[in-house]
C-alpha cells in the first residue's frame, strides 16, 4: 500500500490547459473516487498517476517517491480499463499469468499466484476459457484480477463497469468494495456515476473543468456540498434550486422574495443569498396551516413523475419554477386543488450569487 500526493499538477494539450495546477492526497488503503461529469479530467488525472500521460508541471509522488521520470512499469500501479483490454486468443490463466511472465517470476510462483487470485476472485472454475467464453461481470474480474496479481502499490480504475448491465454493476462495485476491505488496497476510482462514487467511495473527490471542486467522504458531500455545482451533481434526482430576489430579516427568521414575488419564511439565513437549494426527499405535501409554500388551484401542474413501486419522484411547475419532490406512490396530487409544501428549514441550502455555499448561523 502506498499514498499518493498530487502536488500543484497541471496537463496541456498543446495551447488548451485541461488540468489546472490541482494538489491531492489519495491516502494509503482508501478507495478515493474521482468524479465529475464527462471532460472534466478525471480520467487525465488517473492517466498522469499511472503514467501513460505527461505532467505539463507539478509533481506526482507515489509512496513518497516522485514518479515523474518514471516508466509506467516502474511506478507499481496496476490499471483496470473499461473495455477490460484482454488477450481475445489467451485463456483466463494465461490473461492472469501474462504480467509474471513479462517480469520473468518462476513457474512455480507464477501459478502460485494465479490460483491465489483466482480463488479471491471467484475465477477458478474459468480458468482454461477464452474470454469469449465470459459473460461482462467475468472478463471484469479477470481484468481485476490480471491488475491484483503484480501485488501493485495502486490500483487505478477507469470507469470500469460502464459496459455492465445494472444488476451486474450492483454485485461488481459489492465485488470491488469486498477487495478493498480484504486487501487493504490504496484504489483510485473514476466514474462519472454518482451511485458509484457514493456506495463505493472512502473520499470522492469531485472535478470540473479540470479543478477539484470539494474533497470529502460520501455524506461530507452530501450533506455539505461546497457550491452549487456539487450540490447539483450530488444526488438523485438533483437538488432543487430557487432563485432568491430579497433577504430580509423579521421576528420569525428570514424572508425570501422568491424570483416570482411570492415569499418563504425560514430560518436566519445570510443576507447575500442568492439561491436556496432543497432536496426532493427533503419535502412533504402538508397541512395549509403548516405549510413552507402554498399555491392555489391551477397554480401548480404535474409535468411528469417516475414510479419506484412504494415511492415516486413527482415533478411539478410552480409560480417560481420547476420543483421535484419524493412522495409516497399512493398521494395524488389533484392539480385541481390547493397545493400545501412543506419542509424544515433547516434542510436549506444556501448559495450565492457566485455559487459558493454560504453558512448558516447556530441555531
Avoid at 513479462?102 to 513457474?107: G, I, N, Q, S, V
Avoid at 462514487?197 to 479540470?210: D, K, Y
Avoid at 391551477?298 to 415516486?312: K, N, T, V, Y
Wanted: aromatic fraction near 4%; glycine fraction near 8%.
Amino acid at each position: 500500500m502506498s499514498e499518493v500526493l498530487i502536488e500543484g499538477v497541471s496537463k496541456r494539450f498543446g495551447r488548451t490547459e485541461v488540468i489546472h495546477g490541482i494538489d491531492l492526497r489519495i491516502k494509503e488503503g482508501e478507495l478515493t473516487v474521482l468524479l465529475g461529469p464527462s471532460g472534466c479530467g478525471k480520467s487525465t488525472l488517473l492517466r498522469m498517476i499511472a503514467g501513460l500521460e505527461d505532467i505539463s508541471e507539478g509533481v506526482i509522488r507515489i509512496g513518497g517517491e516522485e514518479v515523474n521520470d518514471l516508466e509506467p512499469v516502474e511506478r507499481g500501479c496496476a490499471m483496470v480499463f473499461q473495455n477490460y483490454a484482454l488477450y481475445p486468443h489467451q485463456t483466463v490463466r494465461r490473461n492472469m499469468a501474462f504480467p509474471l511472465k513479462m517480469a520473468r517470476l518462476p513457474r512455480a510462483e507464477i501459478a502460485r499466484r494465479v490460483a491465489a487470485t483466482a480463488k479471491l476472485l471467484q475465477l477458478e472454475e474459468l480458468l482454461d476459457r477464452l474470454p469469449r467464453d465470459l459473460s461482462g461481470g467475468q472478463r471484469q474480474r479477470v481484468a481485476m484480477g490480471r491488475a491484483m496479481i503484480r501485488e501493485p502499490k495502486i490500483f487505478l480504475f477507469d470507469e470500469p463497469l460502464s459496459n455492465l448491465d445494472a444488476e451486474l454493476r450492483v454485485r461488481m462495485r459489492l465485488e470491488i468494495s469486498r477487495l478493498q476491505r480484504e486487501l487493504l488496497a490504496t484504489m483510485v476510482f473514476v466514474t462519472h456515476d454518482q451511485v458509484e462514487a457514493m456506495t463505493l467511495a472512502h473520499r470522492i473527490v469531485i472535478m470540473r473543468a479540470g479543478l477539484i471542486e470539494q474533497v470529502g467522504t460520501p455524506l461530507e458531500v452530501y450533506r455539505r456540498p461546497a457550491n452549487r455545482f456539487v450540490a447539483g451533481f450530488i444526488g438523485s434526482p438533483a437538488m432543487n434550486f430557487i432563485d432568491v430576489r430579497e433577504v430580509r430579516a423579521d421576528a420569525t427568521g428570514s424572508q425570501l422574495t422568491l424570483g416570482d414575488g411570492s415569499t418563504l419564511v425560514a430560518g436566519a439565513l445570510p443576507a447575500e443569498t442568492a439561491s436556496v437549494g432543497i432536496r426532493p426527499e427533503h419535502i412533504r405535501i402538508g397541512l395549509a396551516e403548516r405549510a413552507s409554500l402554498s399555491f392555489a388551484a391551477g397554480q401548480h401542474r404535474s409535468i411528469g413523475a417516475e414510479h419506484l413501486g412504494d415511492r415516486s419522484y413527482r415533478y411539478l411547475s410552480l409560480p417560481f419554477g420547476e420543483l421535484t419532490m419524493l412522495a409516497p406512490e399512493e398521494q395524488v396530487i389533484d392539480e385541481t386543488e390547493p397545493l400545501a409544501i412543506s419542509f424544515d428549514p433547516a434542510r436549506l441550502h444556501c448559495f450565492a450569487h457566485d455559487g459558493r455555499r454560504l453558512e448558516r448561523a447556530a441555531a
